[in-house]
């Protein structure tokens, strides 16, 4: 500013002294700055296309380590026969993504939510190709709402096996708040659909019979009947989407964490039961016993209508201590002890139950039953 106020005066001071002095001044200053604008505006136009195509670059990048999971990537259907107005029949369908988990040389096995294939008539899968086929139901957890369905081999051709893959699971106890996902699947409600987005929680938890697992949630708007995998920036599956658990009102893309149902996986899989006492509690922990008085342990929330629980007399508010001979302090503390009894086995549990003196401790022989 301080160089063009200097010429701007030069020329000032020129005009008294030759009139031919200033057009010649003035006609090269225009020229000047015409160039400098011209060279600054094809530099923005250089900087904004660059950054164009690196925002490009960034979700092809993204989009390409989304390749092999989406190769496990089924569509499942179940398929109910109904009669309408006219007394004539028709097939009712459902359908919503599956996740091909395991392959042992005979039949494939799809992780899927069991609301899809219950009390149905028929279960179809689509895979990668479009190559259609039946399937039958395995086995289905009640308390987090998924399934496994298998696939017998033989009925695919070797093309559609050779394009398929089973699911690079990854570790979710490794997702930290901020990291990038992909959800692909059905994230927004149709199929073979992708968002892309960032992990914003890893700290909310759901509560199941005898377990609780974490969620993580997403910034990615999605639909209430949204399914799908989230993947990390490894190709690796992070969460199952699991819409259910989205907050109400909020459909934010959310997933069950990976790691914590891997076990849950293979049980389904190889058709296994477990044990089960049928309680859904949360942890006391020293700060929350200090504030309100409640011991240590895993306070029940509710007890399972019929469950083993219920029928060995625990409440409520129980506060469980111990397992067997075991001190128990979290929920995962005793999901850990509950998995080393067996359908049938009586186990001894301790509880601090709450009466007009204070807490007492009570115990209770639970026959273990079977999900």
Do not use: C
């Not at 999605?222 to 459909?251: C, F, M, P, R």
């Not at 859904?280 to 011991?295: A, F, H, N, W, Y």
């Amino acid at each position: 500013m301080d160089s063009s106020t200097s010429e701007s005066s030069v020329s000032e001071s020129t005009v008294s002294e030759s009139t031919e002095g200033t057009e010649s001044s003035t006609s090269e200053e225009p020229e000047e700055g015409s160039e400098v604008s011209s060279v600054d505006g094809e530099t923005d136009a250089e900087e904004k296309d660059s950054s164009l195509k690196n925002y490009e670059a960034l979700y092809q990048d993204m989009l390409e380590v989304t390749e092999k999971p989406k190769r496990a990537l089924v569509t499942v259907i179940g398929i109910t026969n109904q009669m309408d107005y006219f007394n004539q029949n028709y097939e009712n369908q459902q359908q919503i993504s599956g996740l091909i988990v395991a392959d042992n040389g005979q039949d494939l096995f799809i992780l899927t939510e069991y609301r899809i294939v219950e009390n149905v008539e028929r279960i179809q899968v689509t895979f990668w190709d479009e190559t259609m086929v039946d399937a039958t139901y395995q086995r289905h957890d009640p308390s987090t709402g998924l399934t496994i369905v298998k696939v017998d081999e033989s009925k695919l051709d070797e093309e559609t096996r050779d394009g398929l893959a089973v699911a690079p699971l990854g570790s979710s106890y490794l997702v930290s708040q901020g990291d990038p996902v992909v959800a692909v699947g059905s994230p927004v409600g149709y199929s073979d659909s992708i968002a892309y987005g960032v992990v914003t929680s890893v700290t909310n938890k759901i509560s199941a019979l005898d377990n609780e697992y974490n969620l993580l949630t997403t910034d990615i708007l999605g639909s209430t009947d949204g399914s799908g995998i989230l993947v990390n920036l490894d190709g690796e599956i992070v969460g199952i989407i699991a819409q259910s658990y989205s907050a109400k009102g909020n459909n934010v893309v959310t997933g069950i964490a990976i790691s914590q149902i891997k076990k849950l996986i293979e049980n389904l899989s190889n058709n296994v039961s477990r044990a089960y006492i049928g309680i859904r509690g949360q942890d006391v922990t020293e700060e929350l016993s200090d504030k309100t008085g409640i011991p240590k342990g895993v306070l029940i929330s509710r007890v399972a209508d019929d469950s083993p629980a219920m029928m060995a007399g625990m409440k409520e508010y129980d506060v469980i201590v111990k397992l067997g001979e075991h001190k128990v302090e979290t929920i995962k503390q005793y999901h850990e002890q509950l998995g080393k009894y067996s359908t049938g086995d009586v186990v001894t549990v301790t509880a601090m139950r709450k009466g007009a003196e204070g807490y007492a401790e009570m115990t209770f022989d639970v026959t273990m039953g079977e999900v």
